[in-house]
């Protein structure tokens, strides 16, 4: 018998997937629990309904970091900072600052987590900076400390 499961099932498979189990399985142990239902033409819409939008959601969601890292690729963010003797600065420029200061310039918000320092930026001057949009999407910008 052919079934859509609602929910995973160890023995068979994933959530939404259509799968072959004997008819007393079937019967017995997952339609009395509503672990599956029968395979039957609405369900199968169904399943292919929702893995459309889910697909549609997520080209979405791509076409935005595409945006998004085209505003912040090749983009130079000046950060202000105070320094002591001998040009370094009192703590650290971090992630935070960053994200901070690329949010106010392109609009948008920036997560803090997305933004990979290649080391710890504790003089003046221009650093390298990527920030990981999305998965496979990246921008690549300068960041430039100033007193």
Same mark, same amino acid.
């Given at each position: ?25 079937a019967r017995n142990f997952l339609f009395p629990r509503n672990l599956a239902v029968p395979a039957d033409a ?7 309904? #929702? !893995?459309? /939008?889910? %697909? ?9 970091? &595409?945006?998004? =890292? +085209?505003? $912040? *690729? ?5 950060? #202000? !900072?105070? /320094?002591? %003797? ?9 992630? &935070?600052?960053? =994200? +901070?200061? $690329? *949010? ?44």
């Amino acid at each position: 018998m052919k079934i859509v499961l609602k929910q995973d099932v160890k023995a068979i498979g994933k959530k939404d997937g259509v799968y072959e189990v004997s008819d007393g399985y079937a019967r017995n142990f997952l339609f009395p629990r509503n672990l599956a239902v029968p395979a039957d033409a609405t369900a199968i819409n169904e399943v292919k309904t #929702k !893995a459309a /939008a889910q %697909q549609h959601h997520a080209e979405e969601e791509l076409a935005a970091a &595409k945006a998004l =890292a +085209a505003k $912040l *690729s090749g983009q130079t963010v000046v950060l #202000k !900072a105070r /320094a002591g %003797q001998g040009g370094r600065l009192f703590g650290s420029v971090t992630s &935070k600052d960053i =994200a +901070a200061a $690329l *949010s106010q310039a392109v609009g948008e918000n920036v997560d803090k987590r997305k933004i990979v320092l290649e080391s710890e930026i504790k003089n003046f001057g221009s650093y390298p900076v990527e920030v990981k949009v999305y998965p496979k999407v990246t921008a690549k910008l300068t960041v430039r400390v100033e007193e």
